[in-house]
């Protein structure tokens, strides 16, 4: 199959995505990284480049563990789907019915209600505080991204994003946002399970995903996280700011070890590339042991037709972003192509038409989640020159 004139998956690909990782480890850019690159279902590129400390000398390897940041969220919007199916919770559930508590208003007062499918969609009027300059409401209220503050609450942080006014009438516009935390918690109220406890067994048992959990297992396989510098990537300090957008991501690595601090359902899992891996691999062959096929054709269609997203040409499905043109997404992906990333440096999409499967962890943000690194890996993939 050819995408826009190139050769996709031709035996050049191997030396087009080692050039592309060569030269962003060479400039200092990306210090670490573990790709993985499938067609239908079986491995044609696998690497672990770089460093996984680089202070200590210490090379990245396949298993190595990373803070998954925003790739939590598709784990968690499949447990939620599970639940879904299941009858427990359903996409027209008011919030509220589970988090009597969590009532945020518009600006002129008025109270309306959010559903689950709006979290799942972020059409609920929630934002993120990184969207937000300095002085934003969300940082006025200190709420967190699920990044930074370790030892903070969810009784907590979900009582700071009620006491901001919603950004619009829900289901009336697009918004990323702390949605998936709420939406996370809704999930635990809803079972009487906490939301470690339901994905692991609704999602990373079934799918055999070993390192993928709320709290890192083997510490001597999590690596060191850097942060984009004005020249090479630095050593992100235990709070570190790093620009972004209008804004800043606030990041504290050592939220992970503190026990005390709420379970992300946006932000808050770690894992390795294989086990990102397996999941997306099960919702690009119908959903396994998890989710039915049907189930997963909703969740990886355009849940959003008549709104548009900051992203020029994606949609969203109910759990990552969703292609609509590839024109006006200036990309060589095709139509229906499914991705997402994460800010500690993550990317990774399906392309279904190709059957094919990408996954790109490195430990630096951002400059491994959006920019020259990622759209220079997606190119070489799809043959396109450097």
Do not use: C
Request: net charge negative.
């Amino acid at each position: 199959m050819s995408v826009t004139g190139s050769k996709p998956l031709d035996h050049d690909l191997g030396g087009r995505v080692d050039q592309v990782v060569d030269r962003a480890i060479e400039a200092g850019r990306i210090v670490g990284t573990v790709i993985l690159v499938a067609r239908r279902g079986e491995i044609i590129y696998g690497r672990a480049a770089g460093l996984a400390d680089r202070e200590a000398r210490k090379s990245m390897t396949e298993d190595a563990i990373f803070r998954l940041a925003s790739v939590t969220k598709p784990v968690v919007a499949t447990a939620a789907l599970a639940l879904v199916e299941a009858g427990v919770i359903n996409f027209d559930d008011p919030v509220a019915k589970f988090i009597p508590e969590f009532r945020p208003k518009l600006a002129d007062g008025g109270e309306p209600a959010i559903s689950i499918r709006q979290l799942l969609t972020h059409t609920a009027g929630l934002d993120y505080g990184f969207r937000q300059v300095a002085d934003g409401p969300y940082h006025r209220a200190d709420i967190s991204d699920g990044l930074d503050q370790p030892g903070l609450s969810m009784a907590e942080n979900l009582e700071r994003i009620a006491s901001v006014p919603l950004s619009y009438v829900p289901g009336t516009g697009w918004s990323y946002s702390v949605a998936m935390d709420v939406l996370g918690e809704a999930m635990a109220r809803a079972t009487g399970a906490s939301l470690p406890e339901l994905v692991d067994r609704l999602v990373v048992l079934p799918l055999g995903m070993h390192d993928a959990a709320f709290a890192v297992g083997d510490r001597s396989r999590l690596v060191t996280p850097y942060a984009d510098g004005p020249g090479k990537a630095i050593l992100m300090r235990d709070h570190h700011r790093v620009p972004f957008g209008n804004g800043s991501i606030s990041f504290s690595p050592g939220r992970v070890f503190a026990p005390a601090s709420f379970a992300s359902g946006g932000t808050g899992m770690n894992g390795t590339a294989g086990d990102v891996f397996k999941l997306l691999e099960a919702l690009r062959s119908g959903g396994g042991s998890v989710i039915r096929p049907e189930t997963v054709a909703a969740m990886t269609s355009d849940a959003i037709p008549g709104l548009e997203t900051t992203m020029p040409g994606w949609g969203w499905g109910l759990g990552f972003g969703v292609l609509r043109d590839p024109l006006a997404g200036s990309t060589p992906q095709t139509v229906g192509t499914w991705r997402w990333g994460g800010v500690y440096g993550h990317s990774w999409f399906v392309d279904p038409a190709l059957e094919l499967t990408v996954v790109a962890l490195t430990n630096t943000a951002i400059a491994g989640m959006t920019g020259a690194f990622p759209d220079a890996l997606r190119d070489a993939i799809y043959g396109k020159p450097a």
